[in-house]
């Protein structure tokens, strides 16, 4: 049997150790990466199917007793191949700070409040025509201590699993005309400027439901010249 070999384009991707990214020096390898080839077991199972998912686990405004604080929105989009063919039956997932800029994690100590109604984390399977969709809040920027008065522009964090949690790829989403882009070295980390606008959501408004929630949509690709930029699951 053939075994899958997936190519990886250093052009669009950050590298794994970035100087102004600080803590990426400490943590990126030293060696040449090696290519672990993919056997059954990481090509099958466990299945990762509508099964796992919860009625509310799409709605990230939904799963408390109460409403959350700030402002409802809704971002969807489509999970698409090199050949731009939908992809069907992948389990995305998502996770970030509320809309005062904290996440709800013990690691998190930024003097910003927990809202009890909000969790930040969700997750959905793609349709037969690749779509998702995630009801939510728009994260605020909240601070790191990576330079002087370094802050994080607005962002959602995405998983994307294959057909086993051997395959996984991670991203992030920003929102169009955020202040902060020229100040962040995570974003700038990635050397293509064309690559560093794929992972800037767009506004829609034909999605947007009036009085209700504005839209935003954020297409990913998993291979080729357009390709999403994916992230080490350690970066941030």
Same mark, same amino acid.
């Given at each position: 049997m053939k075994l899958p070999h997936y190519a990886s384009d250093g052009e669009s991707h950050p590298p794994n150790s970035s100087q102004h990214y600080r803590s990426s020096v400490l943590r990126a390898p030293h060696r040449p990466l090696q290519l672990i080839p993919q056997h059954l077991t990481e090509i099958t199972g466990p299945l990762l199917g509508a099964d796992r998912i919860g009625e509310l686990d799409h709605d990230l405004?939904?799963?408390?007793?109460?409403? $959350?604080?700030g402002e409802r929105i809704i971002v969807s989009g489509r999970v698409?191949?090199?050949?731009?063919? $939908?992809? $069907?039956?992948?389990?995305?997932?998502?996770?970030?700070?509320?809309?005062?800029?904290?996440?709800?994690?013990?690691?998190?100590?930024?003097?910003?409040p927990l809202d009890p109604n909000f969790s930040g984390v969700g997750r959905t399977v793609t349709d037969a025509q690749g779509n998702y969709r995630f009801v939510t809040i728009k994260p605020g920027a909240y601070p790191w201590r990576n330079h002087d008065n370094a802050w994080r522009p607005a962002h959602i964090h995405f998983s994307l699993f294959g057909r086993a949690f051997t395959q996984r790829l991670i991203t992030q989403m920003y929102f169009p005309g955020d202040p902060l882009f020229p100040f962040d070295p995570i974003y700038n980390s990635i050397r293509d400027e064309r690559a560093r606008q794929r992972l800037i959501s767009r506004f829609d408004l034909p999605t947007t439901q009036p009085e209700w929630a504005l839209s935003y949509k954020f297409d990913i690709v998993l291979r080729g010249s357009d390709a999403s930029v994916f992230e080490d699951e350690e970066d941030e």
């Open positions: 405004t939904r799963q408390h007793p109460g409403e $959350p604080l698409l191949d090199t050949n731009n063919r $939908p992809v $069907p039956n992948t389990l995305v997932e998502v996770w970030q700070a509320n809309s005062a800029g904290r996440y709800a994690h013990d690691r998190d100590r930024h003097d910003a």
